[in-house]
T-cell receptor, first 112, second 114 residues
C-alpha cells in the first residue's frame, strides 16, 4: 500500500518557469490538500479538495492552481515560479475532512 | 494572524523524563485538535488527537490535554525516548463549521538527550 505519493522529491526552477507537483493516493480518500512548510511558519494550507471536481483555496493560494479530476490525483501547478515559492511542499489525504490526514514525503522546491 | 501558536521553537529533555509541548489557539470555533510528529526529510505523521468534548486523551506514552477556557492544549510524552526527537506540530479544525481546513502551528523541535 503506497499511501500518498509525491513526485518529484526535489526540483530546481528558474523564475518564471511553470511546473506541476504531482500527488497521488491509493486509499480512496475524498479529502486532499496541499501545504507548504517554511522555516518559522509551520505548515500553511495552499489548496484543498473535498472530492473529485471540488477544490477551494486555503491560507496561501496565490500563485498556485489545482484541479481534481479523479479521486486519486491532486496536482499542484505553479504557473510562473517566483523565489518566494521556494519551500517544501506536502500533499495530504484523508477519508474526509473530519479525519486524520496522511502526508506524503514532500517535494523540496527551489526557485532561483 | 496566527490562529494556532506554538511559542517554543525548541525543547531539550533528558531521556526518561517528561516532555511537555504547548499549543495555544485563538479561534473559539476550533473543536478538533491533533498533534503530528515530523522527522527530517519525511512527511508529518499523526500522533494523537482530541475533540473539544474531552479534556484529556491518552495513547501509550502520549497524552494530550485540552483547556478550552484558556484555549490551550499540551502534549505530554512520558517517558521521553531518543526516538521521540522530532518536530511536533499541533493543528486545529472546526468540524462543525464545515470550513474543511486544518490550521497548523509553527512547530516545536524536541530533542531527547540520551
Amino acid at each position: 500500500n503506497a499511501g500518498v505519493t509525491q513526485t518529484p522529491k526535489f526540483q530546481v526552477l528558474k523564475t518564471g518557469q511553470s511546473m506541476t507537483l504531482q500527488c497521488a493516493q491509493d486509499m480512496n480518500h475524498e479529502y486532499m490538500s496541499w501545504y507548504r512548510q517554511d522555516p518559522g511558519m509551520g505548515l500553511r494550507l495552499i489548496h484543498y479538495s473535498v472530492g473529485a471536481g471540488i477544490t477551494d483555496q486555503g491560507e496561501v493560494p496565490n500563485g498556485y492552481n489545482v484541479s481534481r479530476s479523479t479521486t486519486e490525483d491532486f496536482p499542484l501547478r505553479l504557473l510562473s515560479a517566483a523565489p518566494s515559492q521556494t519551500s517544501v511542499y506536502f500533499c495530504a489525504s484523508s477519508y474526509d475532512y473530519r479525519n486524520i490526514q496522511y502526508f506524503g514525503a514532500g517535494t523540496r522546491l527551489s526557485v532561483l | 494572524d496566527q490562529q494556532v501558536k506554538q511559542n517554543s521553537p525548541s525543547l531539550s529533555v533528558q531521556e526518561g523524563r517528561i516532555s511537555i509541548l504547548n499549543c495555544d489557539y485563538t479561534n473559539s470555533m476550533f473543536d478538533y485538535f491533533l498533534w503530528y510528529k515530523k522527522y527530517p526529510a519525511e512527511g508529518p505523521t499523526f500522533l494523537i488527537s482530541i475533540s473539544s468534548i474531552k479534556d484529556k486523551n491518552e495513547d501509550g506514552r502520549f497524552t494530550v490535554f485540552l483547556n478550552k477556557s484558556a484555549k490551550h492544549l499540551s502534549l505530554h510524552i512520558v517517558p521521553s525516548q531518543p526516538g521521540d526527537s522530532a518536530v511536533y506540530f499541533c493543528a486545529a479544525s472546526s468540524r462543525t463549521s464545515g470550513t474543511y481546513k486544518y490550521i497548523f502551528g509553527t512547530g516545536t523541535r524536541l530533542k531527547v538527550l540520551a
